[in-house]
């Protein structure tokens, strides 16, 4: 299971200019989604990516239903397809009430490395989660694995926080979330490969599967103090 954490970013609107000050926690990551979606705020949309069999492979965005665009960068974007059942009997499962699909991300036979898995919004979001399953399976030879996690607003990073778990066995599934006070439209979410290691020293990258991918709306009125935030969080990037 992840362990929840919390990064502060402080804003404040003073006098009608932008600035930045300790105040406010405004970023807190979940790894339950009844917990984040009672701490979400705003319409959630839900990504189920069923009617869309064997789509892929996903080396440039595929959109669906919901208007989300997903995509997968390195070695995993030829072999990362929607998919159904758990064929090459990775532990992957979909997580779809009354639904079968899922996106598989990676083969695992003969490539590795990192990976980025691009989630792309239609609208801008204040909150986003999903299931992810098989997540950093094998043993850990070179220091932790996990995540590296960006936000994005109008192509512009405006939060990074790397995302640790203990997952150690095949088929696991874990809920992945988090809540900002800010708006961002692009999740960037990087697997890292640090030396998992298998039968005969042959490395592989880490193959997962995503599914119930969701996202909440801010209420109206929100959207122009989310979007100077994200202005404020760049800022303080840089």
Sequence with gaps: MLTNT????NLALVAGTLTCSASAD?????????????????????????????LGPLDAPSNFETGLGVAVTGQAADTSVVEAGDPLNYGLQNTTVGGSQYIR???GS????DYTIQFLLPEAANAFGFDIAD???GLIVLGPQGADVSLLNNGQTVWTFFLTGDE??????????FTAGFSFDEVRFTVNERGDNFAGGAQFLDVTGV???????????????????????ARRRR
């Design 6 to 9: 919390n990064g502060v970013l």
């Design 110 to 113: 003969g490539v590795f490395g």
């Design 105 to 107: 991300f990676g083969f």
């Design 211 to 233: 599914d119930e991918v969701a996202w909440a709306v801010p209420a109206p009125g929100a959207g122009g103090l989310l979007a100077l935030a994200g202005v404020c969080a």
């Design 26 to 54: 405004v970023f807190d990551v979940f790894d339950d989604r009844a917990a984040w979606i009672a701490s979400a705020s705003g319409p959630i949309i839900t990504e189920g990516f069923e009617g869309q069999d064997a």
């Design 168 to 177: 150690t066995e095949s088929g696991v599934l874990a809920f992945v979330g």
């Design 135 to 137: 997540w950093e399976p």
